[in-house]
């Protein structure tokens, strides 16, 4: 059964958040109560970490299967340890360097944290935010706040609260609305229980970013079909799908700006509305054959990777049939960009030049 409450939103500032609605959103949590905050990468669906049934919740309101595990958010080193056993060196020295931040550790778990949390796996995903209203949020509910993103389960992640609101209204009993996240894409999820660190989910912090710190990091490129997909959470192939089917474009960016236009024109020819997720120079090319969405300048991989998320809602909340977008490269964020667009296109890839 679906968790239903009645929704509430507060209004709160990202920069320097004010202690009224702190307060209530904490003791919410510590209720046992699902609170959605901002982060710096995207919105979270929060509940109280060390509380079996709040996380419960979570899950229930999400709709999402209680196989694919949930990211715990601490404030302090000190909750680390609670969490966590037999953490190696190396999560220390990435957690140093890159937290409060866009960061998820995976580590086997401590005696008596919930197994739900990591849906009876041995493992916990463990991650200190840097944005000032989750962090003044775990500081105040004084426990660690399970959180996975604020969307319906394989949807878009939440960037505004007004996504948060679309996917979750009624499902979680208050929503924080610090205004837009800054990254737009999630935290990269780093699997530290293995032999060599490996890469679960590219995201905000970058693959060369992490290996100035540890080098034999490795990334796990693999996508898995529904039915696979309990053995490597995460890696499930249909995820952040918009309603329209989305086509993904790759290879040199002349013979795909072409073969995106001719698309368009297929498209049109059959009667449908085709939505383009676009770099702004991309625009005149393309620009009057459907409903454009541009997600910043090419090189910009920081703009698009912030407006990626809300560009796939935007282009469904026009009512498109079809989505096509391009590839931006595998460098620095391009990485995260091309998982998602991957998973939004559920595969659908094509290939030109
Ligand atoms: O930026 C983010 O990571 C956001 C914000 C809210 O922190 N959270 C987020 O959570 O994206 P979620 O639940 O949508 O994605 C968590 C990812 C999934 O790919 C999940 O499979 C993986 O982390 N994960 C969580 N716990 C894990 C575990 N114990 N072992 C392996 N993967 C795990
Ligand atoms: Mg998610």
């Not at 529904?226 to 086509?247: D, F, I, N, R």
């Not at 300048?297 to 809300?310: E, G, M, N, V």
């Amino acid at each position: 059964m679906a968790y239903s409450t009645e929704t509430r939103v507060f209004p709160i500032n990202p920069d320097n958040p004010e202690a009224e609605p702190i307060r209530i959103a904490a003791e919410l949590i510590r209720e046992g109560r699902l609170v959605a905050f901002p982060t710096e990468t995207v919105y979270g669906l929060g509940a109280n970490a060390l509380d079996a049934e709040a996380i419960d919740k979570i899950y229930r309101a999400k709709r999402r299967p209680a196989s694919d595990p949930v990211i715990a958010h601490i404030s302090d080193m000190a909750q680390l340890d609670q969490l966590a056993q037999n953490i190696p060196p190396k999560a220390y020295e990435l957690a140093n360097a890159f937290w409060p931040g866009a960061l998820t550790l995976v580590l086997q778990r401590a005696p008596g944290i919930p197994p739900n949390i990591a849906t009876g796996l041995s493992t916990v995903a463990i991650r200190m935010p840097a944005h000032p209203v989750a962090r003044a949020l775990i500081q105040a509910a004084g426990v660690p706040i399970a959180a996975p993103s604020a969307n319906t389960f394989t949807h878009p992640s939440a960037t505004t609260a007004e996504h948060v609101l679309t996917d979750l209204r009624d499902h979680v009993d208050l929503v924080l609305d610090g205004g837009p996240t800054h990254i737009g894409l999630e935290s990269t999820v780093v699997d530290m229980t293995g032999d060599i660190p490996s890469v679960l989910r590219p995201g905000g912090v970058v693959l060369d970013d992490l290996k100035t710190i540890i080098l034999d990091v490795e990334m796990i490129e693999r996508y898995t079909s529904e039915s696979e997909h309990t053995s490597a959470p995460g890696q499930m192939l249909k995820h952040y799908s918009p309603k329209a089917p989305v086509t993904l474009f790759t290879g040199p960016l002349y013979s795909v700006l072409i073969a995106m236009k001719e698309s368009c024109q297929m498209h049109k020819e059959r009667g449908q509305r085709v939505g383009l997720l676009l770099a702004e120079e991309d625009c005149h090319h393309l620009g009057e054959v459907g409903v454009v969405v541009s997600l910043g300048k090419r090189t910009d991989l920081r703009s698009i990777s912030h407006h990626l998320f809300a560009g796939l809602r935007e282009l469904d909340a026009q009512h498109v049939d079809v989505i096509l977008a391009r590839d931006f490269g595998r460098a620095g964020l391009g990485a995260a960009l091309w998982d998602r667009l991957v998973r939004a296109a559920e595969g659908n890839v094509i290939k030109v030049g």
